[in-house]
């Protein structure tokens, strides 16, 4: 075979291989016997390694890449992925119905489609090639995964017409595959996954795309990013329909449904037929078809008005409490935790659940031996719900609350208006470890490396006493630890000196005072600008703050007002610790984006975006974009090389920013 004609052989295979995989992978409905296939993709594969510049991009041989790679990067969603309101039952739904067709014109349809239990990803194609696949992560920017997403043969590399669509779907592993992987996982002594959308999202993390490759996911595509006004088409069934004809895998169990009846019977049907279907469902997603009606009903800060989730109940099981045990938080709160007979609920074996406090105890009259009725809060926290007291045999024990800290012996005290009891020895060991996992969580210094054990480990050892100590540790010190070693204490010395120059409202999380959460920490930082400042504020000027309350200002001078905790600032100042407010964000309200409302121009050239890119950015954000510099202009976004209408811009006042500032606005 001469090389023109290889190359029309090739071409001929790639086609009718894409064909033969459309037809198993997405249609589920295999067009020839498998053998045929493999006999058609080796001949390919002789035929690529004979001529490599024929192996295209998206051939079949291609779904695996070469190379791990060594980290994922970030991408920023041209459209927000957003997520669902939930309702719980048909009085929740009847209440959305009624927004519904109360914020909507004309007659209302909705589409009824299933809620796989999986991890939403994007999927980016442009002229028909898959170029970008990418996870939700917070909504706004995700990781780019496209070396996985390829490995997914539902996902097509390219796609039937040379269309620019970002799709968007779910991710997720068949049970079979489940059950199987977690066999092969127990066989080899490895830990087992929890459930299969953790088994899914662990696949996707990997950065071997020959893992994810092994693992047999697949891809439901249940809708676009933007409003389908660039598409042909009209609404949700429509766009649905035609990203089936583009190639994609389409959920067959949809249903368009007219009232809420309908809608209840289609749950009806689920809620008593999911066990039958081979893969998992944890709800049912109820959409407004016609994308007029959507534009007309818009989003909330989170979530689209024109749609949203059934939740199936929560699975609920008995079991034995064994006993019940007390933990001594950060805040010197005391806690019992429920320890049980282990038992599967809604996925994952549960061996401790949350009693709260005491007088929950008492008020469901728990007791330790009872049989106890568990479920999963929002599927995922363990929480006993009820005992059952006709099964008693006389043995059960009620539970008593100690008087003293089980950590420390101190007297526990309960503070007026407080359910809890506390401990409020300053010294006591339980609360110092509580408060240095706080400290290096991922929220507050970040210190990655430093898992809890380290942490109680270090304290144990006397290595460390407070926060400051963290930034005298040595490397011989962390490699003297238990499981410790040469590499991963370089890590941890890297993390630890690299926490050092956070912006301070990370610190000012960190160190845990009462009423001080990651937004007042945020909004304090942002306003006074360093701890000099804070520490020497008053009341007045604290309250002064919009969004601190009383509580909130007297909590902080209160605790800067002690002596060990200025000499504690001090060590860590010395320590080289930054001490002041490096971020650059603008300081908004809770939904609110920096863009919402605003006419923004943008001019000059931009080095990391194209024009269309920071429009479209600027737009999902909620601003305007505006060809020329007025009075009514709120923000100029100058590139480089900006001319007269940054002058202009200049000459009437109007906020400027450069493009570094302008890309602040997507990252963390
Ligand atoms: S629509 C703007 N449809 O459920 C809303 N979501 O909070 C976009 N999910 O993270 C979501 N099946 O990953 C939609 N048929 C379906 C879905 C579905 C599963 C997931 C999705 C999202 C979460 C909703």
Excluded at 350 to 372: M, P, T
Excluded at 374 to 394: F, H, M, N, T
Excluded at 456 to 467: A, P
Excluded at 594 to 609: I, M, P
Aim: aromatic share 6%; charged share 30%.
């Amino acid at each position: 075979m001469d090389r023109l004609q290889a190359e029309q052989r090739v071409e001929q295979l790639n086609t009718q291989l894409r064909e033969y995989g459309h037809a198993y992978y997405v249609l589920d409905k295999p067009a020839v016997p498998d053998a045929v296939y493999d006999q058609l993709l080796n001949e390919l594969i002789e035929l690529e390694t004979q001529y490599p510049d024929l192996v295209f991009p998206d051939s079949p041989t291609q779904r695996v890449g070469g190379q791990p790679l060594e980290g994922f990067s970030k991408v920023t969603h041209a459209y927000p992925m957003l997520s669902l309101s939930n309702v719980f039952g048909e009085e929740d739904l009847r209440e959305f119905d009624r927004r519904v067709r109360s914020g909507a014109s004309g007659e209302i349809r909705y589409v009824c489609e299933l809620k796989i239990d999986g991890l939403a990803v994007s999927l980016l194609y442009e002229d028909g090639r898959l170029v970008r696949g990418a996870t939700r992560g917070d909504g706004r920017i995700g990781e780019d995964i496209t070396a996985n997403l390829r490995t997914i043969r539902s996902v097509p590399l390219r796609l039937n017409e040379p269309a620019t669509i970002e799709v968007r779907g779910e991710a997720y592993m068949p049970k079979k595959s489940f059950h199987q992987l977690n066999l092969d996982r127990e066989a080899r002594g490895e830990e087992l996954f929890a459930n299969p959308r953790n088994a899914a999202a662990g696949s996707l993390r990997q950065l071997d795309p020959k893992i994810a490759a092994s693992r047999n996911l697949s891809v439901f595509a249940y809708g676009i990013g933007g409003d389908g006004s660039d598409l042909p088409v009209v609404g949700h069934e429509d766009t649905l329909r035609y990203l089936e004809k583009l190639g994609l895998r389409i959920n067959p169990e949809r249903e368009v449904c007219s009232s809420v009846e309908e809608v209840q019977a289609y749950i009806e049907k689920w809620t008593e037929k999911r066990n039958d279907l081979s893969y998992e469902i944890d709800g049912i997603v109820i959409k407004v078809d016609l994308y007029e009606q959507q534009e007309e009903l818009g989003f909330t800060a989170k979530s689209p008005r024109w749609a949203t989730a059934y939740k199936f109940p929560a699975e609920e099981v008995v079991t034995k409490l064994l006993d019940i045990e007390l933990s001594v938080g950060r805040t010197g709160a005391v806690t019992p935790t429920a320890i049980l007979e282990p038992v599967r609920v809604a996925g994952t074996t549960v061996q401790r659940a949350s009693l709260h406090n005491e007088d929950l105890i008492r008020e469901k009259d728990v007791r330790i031996g009872d049989q106890v009725i568990i479920r999963k809060a929002g599927d995922i926290i363990p929480e006993v719900v009820a005992s059952l007291i006709e099964q008693r045999e006389g043995t059960e024990e009620p539970f008593v609350m100690p008087s003293e800290c089980p950590a420390c012996g101190s007297e526990l005290v309960r503070i007026e208006g407080e359910v809890v009891l506390r401990c409020v020895n300053p010294k006591c060991p339980a609360q110092i470890t509580e408060g240095l996992i706080h400290f290096v969580s991922r929220n507050a210094m970040n210190i990655e490396g430093l898992g809890e054990k380290v942490v109680e480990q270090l304290y144990r050892e006397g290595l460390v006493s407070d926060v400051s100590d963290l930034y005298e540790l040595t490397k011989e010190q962390l490699m003297g630890l238990e499981r410790m070693g040469e590499k991963s204490a370089s890590n941890l010395m890297a993390a630890i000196d690299a926490s050092r120059s956070n912006s301070m409202e990370r610190l000012l999380f960190g160190l845990g005072i009462r009423h001080v959460g990651e937004k007042a920490a945020r909004i304090l930082s942002e306003e006074f600008g360093s701890f000099d400042r804070l520490m020497t504020a008053s009341l007045e000027e604290l309250t002064a703050v919009h969004e601190i309350g009383d509580k909130m200002a007297d909590a902080v001078v209160t605790y800067f007002d002690n002596e060990e905790v200025r000499a504690l600032i001090g060590r860590l100042q010395e320590r080289g610790v930054n001490l002041s407010y490096t971020g650059k964000r603008v300081r908004l309200a809770e939904g609110e984006t920096v863009f919402a409302g605003k006419t923004v121009v943008l001019t000059g050239k931009l080095e990391t975006l194209s024009r269309g890119e920071a429009k479209e950015r600027i737009e999902s954000l909620g601003g305007k974009v505006s060809g020329s510099v007025s009075k009514r202009t709120d923000l100029v976004i100058a590139g480089e090389e900006a001319g007269s209408k940054l002058e202009k811009a200049e000459s009437l006042g109007i906020e400027v920013w450069d493009e570094q500032r302008f890309m602040e606005q997507f990252n963390d």
